[in-house]
């Protein structure tokens, strides 16, 4: 059984405790004898895992071509500012170099903004912080993990982490926070599927295969795999999600299926695949991946794409329809289709949906989910070209003065009283709310180069150039446009940084999509017939 989980009193002492803010770990290295599953000397043994010799690049960027754009050195320089070291170690990023950072959780290293800037230091040749970070947050999964005296699943990655020192001690600890000290107290669940995408582009990027095959991380993966594959109630292959759970972290009606997390739980599936050793318990686990694949391929791409052609069919569907011969098979009521669809849809394109549920269709576009859906193969290469077809066709909307949407379009007036529960940081057209996220800047690179269209890349990339620096990296904008810098966006945020960077260096060296890319998998492509959007 795994440790309770313990607190540093004021006179330094420990005590334990299972009802807290803040979960401290990394205690003592006698005091991990105590736990059954991961004890100090097997950690000792997986941080002196093999690497590659490779350059360390560690002042500069990796190609001298990187340097012909003022802004990329002092990218580089800011992101290594914002490197967290751990008993001589660089463990990841802070969310954010901003002064006033702390005063909420910004000075922590969140397992889905480090993704980023992970990918920056491994196309750089710099894979010892991701492999420092992969240990360190898979450490923390094995501890035991409270809210208000209610255990989570085992598998839960933690949504962060800290350093914390003691000077008197002078010794060091990792706090972390596993949904209990965050806004509205919702556990990640998309820190375990990044995390499992990182190992993958780790073990990609660097031919190093020994981490993936240590039995800590395999076992870190099934216990993940365990909590998104256990069977119950649930009548689809989808994975059931409270709001909060994900990059959007605020309350925004994602309820229930959001295509963030369905994208990037088939994206880390599929990683999983090709990581899981094939012994007894692999081969297990890798039978039941399989099946779930092919289940969750066909219902998000019958289910959640639309198109001109679907948008006609709903427009049309009848309702209270039974049995297995039913078209409205979610009985989607036509009614609730909003205005705005209408317009916003163009004759040649589509998209996957941000939800569907039960009488219950949310048409919202939503970025990092479809660029996933892209990299992951989720999305077949018509739906791919049609979603990229969809971007240049509705530019001035998700693109505009600022890559890049997170969502379009805003809630406002009474539905977002509602949905948000008035929540005055998601007012209309800022923060998730349809606020613009320069980090997506490099999902939509990756999603462009694999697409085969990098001058959109190019074109947002470039745009970004002109203001990003200027205005101090911020972590987002408002407005439709995204013309002005978030009412409450930290200056130097992390990932906005790291994700310009990453886009830059993917659009020069193309060769680097391979470690965040999927090719389609033939034997789960559907027999689906083809739209009028996806006509080439």
Not at 237 to 262: A, K, S
Not at 491 to 497: D, L, Y
Request: proline share 5%; aromatic share 12%; charged share 25%.
């Amino acid at each position: 059984m795994s440790p309770t989980a313990m607190d540093v009193s004021q006179n330094g002492s420990v005590n334990k405790t299972v009802d807290m803010g803040l979960s401290i770990f990394e205690i003592e290295d006698s005091d991990l004898s105590r736990s059954s599953d991961i004890s100090s000397h097997v950690f000792d043994h997986l941080e002196s895992v093999y690497t590659p010799s490779r350059r360390s690049g560690f002042n500069t960027p990796g190609s001298n071509n990187f340097e012909s754009h003022p802004i990329v050195f002092d990218a580089w320089e800011a992101l290594r500012r914002s490197l967290v070291h751990f008993r001589g170690q660089s463990v990841g990023t802070i969310a954010a170099l901003d002064n006033s950072a702390a005063e909420l959780n910004y000075d922590q290293v969140f397992v889905r903004d480090f993704v980023p800037s992970a990918l920056a230091f491994l196309i750089n040749g710099e894979p010892e912080i991701v492999k420092n970070f992969i240990l360190k947050t898979l450490r923390l999964q094995s501890w035991e993990k409270k809210v208000d005296q209610f255990k989570l699943g085992e598998g839960v990655m933690p949504a962060s982490f800290k350093v914390l020192h003691d000077p008197v001690r002078n010794f060091e600890t990792l706090i972390a926070d596993f949904g209990e000290s965050a806004i509205g107290r919702v556990a990640p669940v998309d820190s375990g599927f990044w995390w499992i995408i990182l190992l993958r582009a780790y073990t990609k990027s660097t031919g190093d295969t020994s981490l993936a095959e240590m039995p800590e991380c395999q076992r870190g993966m099934r216990l993940i795999l365990s909590l998104c594959l256990s069977e119950g109630f649930d009548t689809f292959p989808t994975l059931l999600c409270t709001d909060g759970c994900c990059m959007v972290d605020r309350r925004m009606g994602v309820y229930g299926y959001p295509i963030e997390i369905q994208a990037l739980f088939f994206m880390a599936l599929r990683c999983a695949l090709l990581l899981l050793k094939q012994d007894d318990e692999g081969k297990e686990f890798a039978d039941r991946i399989v099946k779930r694949l092919h289940a969750l391929s066909y219902h998000m791409r019958s289910h959640f794409w639309l198109d001109i052609k679907q948008l006609n069919d709903i427009y049309r569907y009848k309702t209270e329809e039974y049995s297995h011969t039913a078209v409205n098979k979610f009985n989607v009521m036509p009614d609730s289709l909003p205005d705005w669809v209408f317009d916003f849809m163009p004759s040649r394109g589509g998209y996957f949906v941000g939800n569907v549920s039960p009488a219950r269709m949310d048409f919202r576009w939503f970025c990092l989910g479809n660029c996933v859906a892209i990299l992951s193969s989720l999305a077949t290469p018509e739906q791919a070209s049609a979603i990229m077809d969809l971007i240049e066709s509705r530019w001035q909307e998700l693109i505009g003065e600022m890559p890049l949407k997170i969502c379009y379009p805003a809630m406002e007036s009474h539905e977002w009283r509602i949905v948000t529960g008035c929540d005055p940081k998601n007012t209309s057209w800022s923060y998730h709310n349809g606020g613009s996220w320069p980090v997506l800047l490099w999902l939509l690179t990756a999603a462009c180069i694999k697409t085969g269209r990098p001058q959109i890349a190019r074109r947002a990339i470039e745009i970004a150039e002109s203001r990003l620096l200027k205005d101090h990296w911020p972590e987002y904008y408002d407005g439709k446009l995204g013309r002005y810098i978030g009412k409450q966006a930290r200056k130097f945020q992390t990932w906005s940084i790291a994700g310009y960077l990453v886009a830059k260096m993917m659009l020069e060296d193309p060769s680097h999509l391979g470690m965040i890319s999927l090719e389609e998998d033939k034997q789960m492509t559907p027999h689906m017939k083809r739209s009028s959007s996806w006509t080439c």
